[in-house]
Nanobody
Framework: QVQLVESGGGLVQAGGSLRLSCVASGRTFVTYAVGWFRQAPGKEREFVAAVKWIRGNVYSADYADSVRVRFTISRDNAKNTVYLQMNNLKPEDTAVYYC????????????????WGQGIQVTVSS
């Protein structure tokens, strides 16, 4: 069993930055894929970014086109934490952000993840 807790959300003006953290407990997830998703009111949950283990200390990241260049996903395995650095935020980035994890490769499909955090609100004002 894996528990995930997100933090770092809040209210920011357009053009600003936030860094979300996702801390895992319950087991080590060095080889697990971790994804970030978001859900705006009235919309489906959508993929934002994911990081998957390749081998050793090598990981690969994937991003939604809407956040590529602006967002960066990273992980600190010593802290069992995955980060989402969000720069140049836009009002359309406003949503509840969730981290999720699964064994094996990463995926852009929410239903393929096994464990989820409770979500954290990110609001970008114009």
């Amino acid at each position: 069993q894996v528990q995930l807790v997100e933090s770092g959300g809040g209210l920011v003006q357009a053009g600003g930055s936030l860094r979300l953290s996702c801390v895992a407990s319950g087991r080590t997830f060095v080889t697990y894929a971790v994804g970030w998703f978001r859900q705006a009111p009235g919309k489906e949950r959508e993929f934002v970014a994911a990081v998957k283990w390749i081998r050793g200390n090598v990981y690969s990241a994937d991003y939604a086109d809407s956040v590529r260049v602006r967002f960066t996903i990273s992980r600190d395995n010593a802290k069992n934490t995955v980060y989402l650095q969000m720069n140049n935020l836009k009002p359309e980035d406003t949503a509840v952000y969730y981290c999720a994890t699964r064994g094996g490769s990463s995926s852009t499909i929410p239903s393929e993840y096994d464990y989820w955090g409770q979500g954290i609100q990110v609001t970008v004002s114009s």
